[in-house]
């Protein structure tokens, strides 16, 4: 997302909005795929040396659910976005690193296709059950320790 500088009133703001290509958002990088164009309303303005904008961005993704493994869709939101960047001399200014970054942010480390409230998981686990240890894996430690108490302690003066 580019801007010219020369765009922006002095001592005002420009209101810029529309649809960008997600591309640069680098989605794929974080196991996400775009489904419709980046959407943005910004307010930008000069001030001190530097670029401020604020407004907000929104991204529809799909991407897997970590439980069922099944494709969903989500619509990532930032609202409020805002940025300060120096601007170092040049004609224009490039957003691309800074939206992008709040955007991978807004992600999540592990989606569920049931965070909304709108649907209920497939692989949804009932309250009470413990899906996380078999009755093996829970006894494991004690076939350990039980091993470890048959050792015997070498003699403190050295012999076998």
Known sequence: MKLHLKQIPQGETLHIEGEDDPAALELASAGVEPVSPLRYSLDVGLSDGGLFATGWLMQRVRMTCVSCLESFEKEIVS????????????????LTEEV?????????????????????????????????????????????????????????????
């Open 100 to 160: 992008r970054e709040d955007i991978h942010l807004l992600l999540p480390a592990h989606p569920r296709c049931d965070s909304g409230g709108d649907k209920t998981c497939p692989a949804h686990f009932s309250a009470g059950s413990d899906h996380s240890f078999s009755s093996v894996e829970k006894a494991a430690p004690r076939v350990i320790w039980a091993a470890l108490d048959q050792l015997k302690t070498p003699p403190s003066d050295g012999s076998p």
């Open 79 to 94: 609202d409020p976005f805002s940025l300060q960047k120096e601007l170092e001399g040049n004609e224009s200014v490039d």
